[in-house]
DNA sequence: GTCTATAAAGCGATAGAC
DNA sequence: GTCTATCGCTTTATAGAC
């Protein structure tokens, strides 16, 4: 529903109606609405860590971020969420800012360091900036799901990402993966 | 206010109050909600014209749109507007979806022109592909935007973009610009 | 744990005076 | 062209019964 409304005008007796109580019921559970977006963005965390989490940092959590931006393509609802709060959350006083700011200092985080384990394995090509690559793809990868939402371009974010990444790896990302799996 | 608040969100008494003058009277002027939204994406994109439609198409329009990108820095509010409106009109209900699929059109319409002559006169690698590069362009544009609003990864959209041109040109878009100039 | 009822506030839009 | 007043509706949140 924040997804697809954005948080302030989702309403929760649409929220409640969805989940068959009435919108009493549904603030029993969580006090407040803030509360129920924090519960939402906390979920939607635990799934993504699980997805890409496991994967050792270097080209293996790369394709893992490919993969799942690739599976994300079967949750529009995900997808709309993120789409649609993060925009609305870059006004300081949205309930989400703090939230938006802690995420994508995170995934920046994840991407640098897996960029420079690739870097430092010669995966990369020696001039890449991981921290400028890291920002650049996650922007790459939000503006390519607008796109996506609104149909336009007929665009794939995941090839979009891949394609992005491929430019600045010494060879393709696939080719890359499986050497790496063949070398096990 | 559309761009600080979204447009659901953002009340036509907060615009009156801005503009000086009651609700009632805001409404003698725009019939109703939606009418005041497009027109002020009207004027916007009128001001967007004036600034890069003079340019030739070719890596001098490449450029202009690089410099709009560098003077957007100073209006934060029009920012505002475009990465939360584009966030939220993804919805086809929503009163901008169509605008905003419009818009999306053109603007890769302009860029695609641009990458194309590019390539014609030798600038471009010719195995970049004008479509693809015209949807990465504004995506990444996108999503800086975004992180350059919740001042994350202390990003500059205009350098983002330059730089990810860079990658696509034969020779850096300055020396470009520089080389075009001086054969008139 | 779920409900109905309702409070308190904000919303877009309209009516009509000046 | 601007105002006040107000309608009808929706919003989040609370109170209290069951």
Do not use: C
Not at 25 to 40: D, E, I, R, T, Y
Not at 127 to 141: G, I, K, T, V
Request: net charge negative; no cysteine; charged share 25%.
């Amino acid at each position: 529903m924040f997804g697809a409304q954005g948080y302030e005008s989702g309403s929760l007796r649409e929220v409640a109606a969805l989940a068959g109580i009435s919108q009493a019921g549904l603030l029993h559970h969580f006090p407040n609405k803030v509360a129920l977006l924090s519960a939402v963005l906390e979920r939607r965390d635990e799934g993504a860590s699980e997805e890409t989490g496991r994967a050792e940092p270097g080209v293996h959590t790369l394709g893992a971020l490919v993969e799942y931006a690739r599976q994300s393509a079967f949750k529009p609802g995900e997808i709309e969420l993120f789409a649609v709060l993060s925009a609305e959350a870059t006004r300081p006083e949205h309930p989400a800012n703090a939230y938006m700011r802690r995420r994508y200092q995170w995934i920046t985080d994840i991407a640098v360091e897996s960029l420079s384990a690739a870097r430092d394995q010669g995966h990369l090509r020696p001039d890449a900036d991981p921290l400028r690559l890291a920002s650049q793809m996650f922007a790459l990868w939000d503006g390519l799901q607008i796109q996506w939402l609104l149909k336009v371009n007929d665009v794939s974010v995941a090839d979009g990402v891949e394609h992005f990444l491929d430019l600045h790896l010494v060879k393709p990302l696939r080719e890359l993966l499986r050497e790496v799996q063949a070398q096990r």
